[in-house]
């Protein structure tokens, strides 16, 4: 009787899967439907933890604001912390305020800043990961979690790869990415040689939001905009 019922729900479980195929079709069309009517974009993101009065959601929101007044849109994870403030910059801005929201227990919901039209709901990060690489012409990173630097090394991996077009990575604060760079160049590039020095090309180190649109600028000069597939 104990294997019939293990062979059911095992089954059940098998079937599930399956038909959750169609669901993340689903996910991945009505992403691609609506981002690809944004134009371009830059994608913002941070902790979702940072509260509205800590310096980092207020460097977030001079940033996201500089890069919309400077023809970008901004696309963030569309909830609290860094990513409120990302919206918030943007719709003080005037500009395309963007939010790749997503199902979670905790700490996700919907921030107030996001234009009505560009708010975006997911069930499975991956597709939600797509879309951030997929519709955007850089990253700005904030002070953050693993989710931050789950974002982050994708990016860079997907480039060391040639999987995507390059784009500029920014890394915002000094005082919070520091350690982290010093410890890729000492230990991953220079004593254990698991990376080549051309893949840290792309990664910049800055401390305020006019130095974020210099990077955008500089890398886009020469180049025409348009979504990164």
């Known amino acids: ?26 996910e991945f069309v009505n992403g691609f439907e609506k981002m690809s009517k944004i ?65 979670l227990p905790f700490e996700q919901h919907d921030n107030p800043y996001i234009d009505s039209d560009k708010s975006l709901d997911f069930d499975y990060f991956f597709v939600r990961k797509v879309m951030f690489v997929k519709y955007s012409q850089g990253f700005v990173v904030m002070p953050g979690g693993f989710g931050t630097l789950d974002e982050l090394f994708e990016a860079i991996t997907l480039i060391q790869t040639y999987k995507i077009e390059k784009f500029p990575i920014i890394l915002v604060s000094t005082e919070f990415w520091k350690g982290l760079l010093d410890w890729i160049k000492s230990t991953l590039l220079e004593k254990f040689q698991n990376i080549s020095p051309k893949d840290l090309d792309l990664i910049h180190l800055v401390d305020t939001e006019d130095e974020v649109i210099r990077i955008l600028d500089a890398f886009y000069k020469e180049s025409r905009l348009s979504p990164n597939f």
């Not at 909830?79 to 005037?94: C, D, F, L, Q």
């Open 39 to 103: 134009g371009p974009c830059v994608s913002v993101f941070g902790s979702a933890r940072t509260k509205p009065d800590h310096e980092y959601y207020e460097l977030a929101v001079r940033v996201a604001q500089k890069i919309v007044e400077s023809g970008y849109g901004v696309i963030t994870g569309g909830g609290p912390g860094i990513m409120e403030a990302g919206n918030k910059g943007a719709h003080i801005g005037g500009g395309t305020s963007v939010g790749l929201n997503i199902d």
């Open 1 to 26: 009787m104990r294997k019939e019922q293990h062979h059911k729900s095992w089954n059940e479980i098998k079937t599930n899967d399956s038909w959750a195929i169609f669901k993340i079709m689903g």
